[in-house]
């Protein structure tokens, strides 16, 4: 197989990737805070992540893969000002933080599973890891950091090459210039929370006794926590959106040099995959407007499709989404879905060609720094090259499907019909007044074949005639 190359945030260049220990590649992913819904903007990292796992699988390295779940920690910026974004959600929604969490995490596993995306060997909450977390921080607190009222605080000058990560490090720290909130009495603008202690009269759901008071952890420690508690001190690749780029993992790393005493930054590569944007808005499920997996489904369009979607673009760039695109993906969806029944429907027959050409193809573009969008028009040809025998392109469409996670070996005409959540008809009527309409028209009944059109666009459903993949129907928006 070809070598696996990496885009490494840390050294700015693509890497090829060699494993610490061959027998164990580990890879730690930044997971979700669950105080509200995934947007798809965050489920694209996912996307991303779980391609780099499928393609470092099916080069044949075994896999150990976190994805950790922030419930608890994570302030209403990504740095140190706000409030925790738990506490808030409870308060406004008054109800009990715990069963909060609980809820959304289900939501987003369900979420993970609706995407054909694997669940990782962990999905450790940072709840279960406080006290870790606080015996990591009494470990450093001598050497990195210091106090004050609202708790500990990482001294950032205290480890080399602070910001490095972000292209930062050789920047002069200013207030003016600084990526963090103002917190009265920092030693350094870029300095952050090790331990926020719970205010005098703060009402708090979540807060445990520590050396520095009654509190909760920093957010960026349970990263560092549970990234050394199942992968160890040095580890494969760490993952993440450009966004913890800037702040959250620079201080990962600032954690773990302190921690281990030296300048090794944990993980060996730091991947991050780039935004998704709704035309000229960045996505954010903070302002509490934002499209979610459920949103499309609504409006008739399978998760899978949102899937290919993120696969047509690279994970470092900006990817913008737009429903008309959304359709265009489903669209080369299911003439994949018919090609490959069609395929299935011939008998076999002696090969002329090979179907190895199109995975070392395969091979070559995902190699590449993971780059799927490459992949996508060598499934085109390879489905379509009348030379390979029906029997041995599908048997090639298994390492595709590997790759891909799109599962087209078994996917169907039928599990692409979504039905729009305003949609009053189900698909076995859908059928049989598709049947009447024929009957209609076959009669020239050209009165009844158009109330039954008619009636079904108002049920939901556009009827499509003259489409040439033959799919009778498909959800009306």
Known sequence: MTPLTLFNSLSRSAETFVPIDPSNVRVYSCGPTVYNYAHIGNLRAYVFTDTLSRVLTWKGWPLTHVINITDVGHLTSDADAGDDKMEAAAKRA??????????????????????????????????????????????????HCYRLPDGLYFDVTTVPDYGRLAGHAAE?????????????????????????????G????????????????????????????????????????????????????????????????????WLHNNWLVERDSKMS?????????????????????????????????????????????????????????????RPATASKGDADAYLAQLDAAVSDDLNTARVLPVLDAMLADKAIAPQDRIAALAAFDAVLGLDLAR????????????????????????????????????????????????????????DPLGWDWRPSL
């Not at 933080?97 to 669940?119: E, G, M, S």
């Open 285 to 345: 499920k903070s302002s509490g407007d934002f499209t979610r997996l459920q949103t499309l489904v609504d409006r008739g369009y399978h998760p899978l499709s949102y899937r290919l979607m993120c696969l047509q673009a690279h994970y470092r760039s900006e990817m913008e989404f737009a429903w008309d695109g959304l359709a265009a993906a489903q669209t080369r969806l299911k003439r994949w879905v018919q090609a490959v029944e069609g395929l299935r429907a």
């Open 172 to 200: 002069p720290w200013s207030p003016g210039e600084s990526r963090i909130g103002e917190v009265a009495g920092k030693r350094n603008p870029a300095d952050f929370a090790i331990w926020r202690t719970s205010a005098p």
């Open 94 to 143: 008054g109800r009990d933080i715990w069963a909060i969490a609980a809820y959304y995490t289900q939501v987003f596993k369900q979420n993970l599973d609706d995407l054909h995306i694997r669940p990782p060997t962990h999905f450790p909450l940072a709840t279960d890891h406080v006290a870790e977390m606080i015996e990591w921080g009494r470990a450093i607190e001598a050497k």
């Open 202 to 269: 703060e009402n708090r759901q979540m807060e445990w006794d520590s050396p520095w008071g009654r509190g909760a952890p920093g957010w960026h420690l349970e990263c560092s926590v549970m990234s050394k508690r199942y992968l160890g001190a040095r580890f494969d690749i760490h993952t993440g959106g450009i966004d913890h780029r800037e702040i959250h993992h620079p201080n990962e790393i600032a954690q773990n040099q302190a921690h281990g005493c030296t300048a090794d930054p944990g993980a060996a590569y």
């Open 411 to 466: 996917l169907t005409r039928a599990d692409l019909r979504v039905r729009p959540a305003t949609a009053t008809i189900d698909a076995d009527a859908i059928a049989t007044r598709l049947a009447e309409r024929k009957e209609a028209r076959a009669a020239k009944d050209f009165e009844r074949s158009d109330a039954i059109r008619d009636a079904l666009v108002a049920a939901g459903v556009e009827v499509m005639d003259g």
